[in-house]
């Protein structure tokens, strides 16, 4: 099983580099960005047996800050 | 008084805290972030500034989970002593001794430089030895310490006296001008600021002597 986690800064949270590259995009003449959230994705490559519940847990001990963060996962 | 100064990889300032606290009297112990367990009759934890495990994930995740930072939580836990300082801070929240998180700099920039901080409590063996509300001078280098949390936890910090130092001109963003903070029962203290860097004739500015001194007051008496 493969997994996918997506990772983003809660609403709320300031993103500074999400705001950095909206800022950018405005430079290059790409006036129509109202706003940018950057997050991060991490791709597990899982063992048999391994449930979405598991991925939930790494999430919350590990991959995800849930002070800052939330998460999404994707079952491939 | 027994001090141990924790050691990842990454870590860059861990000599300099072991410095400071030997200089100040502490009898100090390096420890390996694979230690499982903290040396007998340990007084204090210094965990230092650096860029554990280079940051990756997010700063402080790899080493708040690492062997050695389950006993300091237990340290932590049993009423005993531990110092974080900018990195050692980004850990300490990430291990939950502390509320909050620490994020990208506002302005995105890694900034190197004295800042000034106002002393917002002198009730912690850290800032007795300081005035409440004198300003000090002490260097920050970090990329992520723009500090954060929720409207409820920075109420709580404010209106329990857990915010030990506020920046007098914020220069990352952080919330409520938040340099660093205590915990519940006053003996964690999680700060940016590098007061191991301002200790010595040597650095020009011996401003962050007195939070060692007041440190090794309260514990030698202890």
Redesign the interface.
Same mark, same amino acid.
């Given at each position: 099983m493969k997994a996918r986690v997506h990772v983003m %800064?809660k609403d709320g949270?300031?993103d500074?580099?999400g705001a950095?590259v909206k800022h950018a995009l405005g430079a290059l003449g790409f006036d129509g960005v109202d706003g940018v959230r950057q997050g991060k994705v991490i791709e597990l490559d899982l063992a048999d047996g391994a449930t979405e519940a598991q991925v939930g847990e790494m999430c919350e001990? %590990? %991959?995800a800050?849930t002070?800052?963060e939330s998460y999404r996962i994707e079952v491939l | 008084m027994k001090a141990v100064v924790v050691q990842f990889p990454g870590s860059n300032c861990d000599r300099d805290m072991a410095v400071a606290l030997e200089k100040s009297g502490a009898d100090v112990t390096i420890v390996w972030h694979k230690d499982a367990a903290l040396p007998s009759g340990v007084d204090l934890v210094a965990i230092p500034g650096g860029f554990s495990f280079g940051d990756y @994930?997010?700063c402080g =995740?790899?080493a708040a989970?690492s062997p050695i930072c389950n006993a300091v939580v237990d340290h932590a836990n049993a009423g005993g002593y531990v110092l974080g300082v900018c990195n050692g801070f980004q850990i300490l929240?990430?291990t939950g001794l502390l509320?909050? =998180?620490l994020?990208? /700099?506002?302005? @995105?920039k890694y900034i190197c430089r004295t800042v000034g901080l106002k002393i917002e409590t002198s009730n912690s063996a850290y800032t007795e030895g300081y005035n409440a509300g004198s300003e000090i001078g002490v260097p920050i280098a970090h990329h992520d310490g /723009?500090y954060? =949390?929720d409207d409820a936890t920075i109420a709580a910090l404010q209106g329990e006296g857990r915010v030990a130092f506020t920046y007098t001109d914020n220069p990352n963003?952080s919330r409520g001008d938040i340099a660093g903070i205590l915990s519940e029962n006053r003996r964690v203290l999680g700060m940016m600021p590098h007061p191991e860097r301002a200790f010595e004739d040597a650095h020009g500015n011996t401003d962050g002597q007195r939070l060692f001194a007041g440190l090794m007051a309260q514990l030698a008496s202890a």
């Open positions: %800064l949270v300031l500074p580099q950095a001990k %590990l %991959l800050n002070v800052i | @994930l997010r =995740a790899i989970n929240t990430e509320p909050g =998180a994020l990208r /700099n506002a302005g @995105l /723009n954060f =949390a963003g």
